[in-house]
């Protein structure tokens, strides 16, 4: 008689750390997933919802800790894009995997007030990053002007532009204006800039309406968390250097080595969040 590869293999119970982004959707009733990539240190699985964020990626401690991340407290088992998969009830089940969250953690804590003379200085060490996939593109360069002069047209029409942009699980203009969001909502709320938050309202409204339709699955489910100001620890890490808060040269080089061009165009992102809080906060006379 000849055993399935499926019924061979051992079940694994394991419990998870599980990013706050996707509580909702990890405590509401149990639905259906699938596999939309699978890796040594890392799986994504899209669920059959309409909320967002869609997509949960379930990864070890090594792999990349993503705003939609649940963490595994060891290894993965032996995972295939065909496995059946299921979210929902705080657990998931995949393949022979059967983890159950157990604790939470916050992919946006706040930042404490700023000295915006010293993010005026540190913002200099996130012009032209290296390895950016769209250095030079002319929407990108719209984007940055019409922002720093808080022009929302011209912001918009930019963004529309860069959604889906670029080839990848996540699209070099996608994660521009991920590093972007994040920026001016961290950085515009340190800092007293209510209009650099205000234009993060107005982006997050524009780059999410249609991101399912105009993007990957993974990549439209970080524009989300990037809405909400959700990002990532080598994210996290380089604002806190904007604001003074840790070293930033050190957080600048770990976010370089995420993806081929990921670090770099969410760093480009970030620059551009970084001058346009500094530009409106100082047209609006916002206190330092």
Request: include cysteine; hydrophobic fraction near 45%; charged fraction near 20%.
């Amino acid at each position: 008689m000849t055993v399935s590869t499926h019924a061979r293999r051992t079940r694994v119970h394991v419990t998870g750390a599980a990013s706050t982004a996707v509580r909702a959707l990890l405590e509401s009733q149990r639905r259906p997933a699938r596999v939309l990539a699978a890796f040594s240190q890392g799986v994504y699985l899209e669920v059959r919802t309409e909320a967002e964020p869609s997509v949960i990626a379930v990864i070890t401690g090594e792999a990349t800790r993503l705003p939609n991340s649940v963490v595994l407290a060891g290894p993965l088992p032996n995972l295939t894009m065909g496995d059946d998969a299921a979210v929902g009830d705080r657990a998931i089940e995949l393949g022979p995997l059967s983890l159950t969250v157990r604790r939470w953690w916050d992919p946006s804590p706040p930042l404490a007030p700023l000295d915006r003379d010293l993010l005026a200085r540190a913002a200099d060490e996130l012009t032209d990053p290296p390895g950016a996939g769209l250095a030079g593109d002319a929407s990108v360069e719209l984007l940055a002007e019409s922002c720093a002069k808080g022009w929302l047209l011209g912001a918009v029409t930019a963004a529309e532009r860069l959604v889906g942009l670029g080839p990848g699980l996540t699209p070099s203009g996608d994660d521009v204006l991920a590093g972007l969001l994040v920026a001016l909502r961290h950085l515009g709320g340190a800092a007293g800039a209510g209009r650099a938050v205000w234009l993060a309202d107005w982006l997050a409204a524009t780059v999410t309406y249609d991101a399912r339709t105009r993007t990957t699955p993974i990549s439209a489910t970080l524009l989300h968390c990037a809405a909400r100001g959700e990002a990532s620890p080598e994210v996290l890490a380089v604002l806190r250097g904007l604001a003074g808060r840790q070293a930033l040269a050190p957080a600048l080089r770990r976010l370089y080595r995420l993806g081929h061009t990921s670090g770099a165009d969410l760093a480009q992102g970030i620059g551009i969040g970084a001058r346009t809080v500094l530009s409106l906060a100082a047209s609006s006379g916002a206190a330092g």
